[in-house]
């Protein structure tokens, strides 16, 4: 814990982790271990929650360690955000990113949606 008052430093030497989904595709699958793409790199993941994962189907990675199974469309649309924001940390723009979720405009949860379809419009 740093004393108030005084700085803390951070080592340059590593980038910082952040804890961000991406999604990969599994390449090769050995008991609770398998290497997986994002397209950009392999990396050896782990298995431990998602139980073994055909060869082919993408999974949502954290850290090392998959989450959950999603499918090729999901990943498509997940690896297009990421794609947008480190095109806009590094200046650019979001182009379309985000463009299944522009194109479907705003959405009230069902619970909400029931309600004002009832005729509710306060709490």
Aim: net charge negative; proline share 7%; with cysteine.
């Amino acid at each position: 814990m740093t004393p108030v008052g005084q700085a803390m430093t951070v080592s340059s030497r590593r980038p910082a982790e952040m804890c961000v989904g991406v999604p990969m595709q599994i390449q090769s699958v050995d008991g609770l271990a398998a290497k997986a793409s994002d397209g950009r790199t392999v990396e050896l993941i782990d298995l431990s929650l998602t139980g073994p994962v055909p060869v082919g189907d993408w999974v949502l990675t954290f850290l090392g360690t998959a989450r959950e199974v999603i499918t090729e469309d999901q990943a498509q649309k997940i690896g297009n955000a990421l794609d947008g924001l480190r095109s806009l940390m590094n200046g650019g723009d979001l182009g379309d990113a985000f463009a299944d979720l522009e194109a479907r405009g705003p959405q009230l949860p069902p619970h909400l949606q029931a309600a004002l379809d009832n005729g509710q419009t306060k709490a």
